[in-house]
């Protein structure tokens, strides 16, 4: 198989596992802010839909770090990334929960921000997709680090703080 036929099949299946899975293929499908739900269970903080799609991200990215660095590990590689990217669609369809929060002059900016931001981290992680399938574990791995460090950032940057959740709360 040549690689133009490899990366058809792995979109034909990445769609088809997105179908299967009831997720939105496009983001206009995705759940609105408005719609986002959230998981209440006494004495423990509000968990948006988008933050357990996040929390799947990092537990696959946890998981990465291990599996990128051997030679045997292509496969199971290769999976989580695929994890990744299918988690990381979903939440670029959606609304930090901090955008509530803001001013509706300030919000469709950061609105804006965030999913541009969204897409450059999809990116990133095709590209670490495509180092895997070529064998390239030392590219793999910087683009790791490249990511777990756009994941610090864009957490200090989108991520709602204890002080906002407090005026939210009361609103």
Known sequence: MTRSHIRTGRWLLA???LLSAGLPLRAADAPTPSSAKTS?????VK???LHEHMEAIEESMKKLRRTI?????????????ARIEQEALVCKGMAPSRAATLPEAERQK???AYRKDMAGF????????????????????A???GLK???DDSHDKYMQDEKDKAKADSK
Do not use: N
Request: glycine letters at 6%.
């Open 15 to 17: 769609t088809a596992v």
């Open 40 to 44: 209440e269970e006494p004495g423990k």
């Open 47 to 49: 968990k948006t839909e």
């Open 69 to 81: 660095r051997k030679a045997d590990g292509t496969a199971d590689s290769l999976e989580l990334i």
């Open 110 to 112: 950061f609105l804006s």
């Open 122 to 141: 999809i990116t990133q992680v095709l590209q670490m997709e495509s180092a895997v399938i070529d064998g390239d574990a030392d590219k793999a791995m």
């Open 143 to 145: 683009l790791y680090k």
């Open 149 to 151: 460090t756009v994941e």
